[in-house]
């Protein structure tokens, strides 16, 4: 049972590199999401989606795209990575429906910006 | 906008005590739900207990239950029998039922037990 997946696990960039996140869940949900996770603060969400094909901007959104192809999947994509997205980033899927209020995490990528 | 408060960056507590940890959030709405996430040092969030404003009683799952109070905007979590796998950072989480996906969470509080 392999839940939420995300890869890669670790990730060193320098700045104005890009690179793709990748997250993918094996539970038919519906709803997907990316946060980003700082020191000394809770996580907070940059982008999310409703069902395949959609997106939608969370509380970050600057700076990240997102991408909905497959319903099992959810890229996020840094186009030119800055030091002020240094973080850690997790994924998390939850159903649509009466039960869309429990979100599965991933473990999370952590992501240097040099 | 929704704000989730943990006032309490660090608690110990010694193993097989009871500790409990606090939370406040501040909204203008009825409706919504609140979460306990533990984060362990495998950086893995885990759902320990849930609570839906409308319900009265409080949430209870096995050693953990909250305690619930919406005039107040509190939900505090205890932790009985505390074990050394308790060991985490726990984080307090709103979420509006009306339709808003967003997961606003507190900063966290850091538990470490003590053997």
């Known amino acids: 049972n392999a839940g939420v997946t995300q890869t890669p696990k670790f990730r060193v960039l320098k700045t104005g590199q890009s690179m793709t996140l990748l997250c993918a869940q094996d539970?038919?949900?519906?709803?997907m999401y990316w946060y980003r996770q700082d020191p000394g603060m809770g996580l907070r969400l940059i982008h999310y989606s409703v069902g395949e094909g959609t997106t939608a901007k969370g509380e970050v959104p600057d700076g990240y795209n997102v991408s909905r192809l497959k319903k099992q999947n959810f890229l996020l994509g840094l186009e030119s990575a800055a030091p002020s997205q240094t973080s850690v980033y997790f994924c998390?899927?939850?159903?649509?429906?009466?039960?869309?209020?429990?979100?599965?995490f991933g473990a999370g990528t952590r992501l240097s910006v040099l | 906008a929704q704000t989730v408060t943990q006032s309490q960056p660090e608690m110990s507590v010694q193993e097989a005590e009871t500790v409990t940890l606090s939370c406040t959030y501040d909204?203008?709405?009825?409706?919504?739900?609140l979460f306990w996430y533990k984060q362990p040092p495998s950086r893995q969030m885990i759902l320990v207990i849930r609570q839906e404003a409308y319900k009265q009683q409080n949430a209870t799952e096995n050693r953990f239950s909250v305690n619930f109070q919406k005039a107040a905007k509190s939900f505090s979590l205890k932790i009985s029998d505390s074990q050394l796998g308790d060991a985490a950072m726990y984080f307090c989480a709103y979420r509006s039922a009306t339709g808003n996906e967003k997961l606003t969470f507190g900063t966290g509080t850091r538990l470490t037990i003590i053997p």
């Open positions: 909204t203008s709405e009825s409706d919504y739900y």
């Open positions: 998390a899927s939850s159903y649509g429906g009466v039960d869309k209020n429990i979100q599965y």
């Open positions: 539970m038919n949900h519906e709803y």
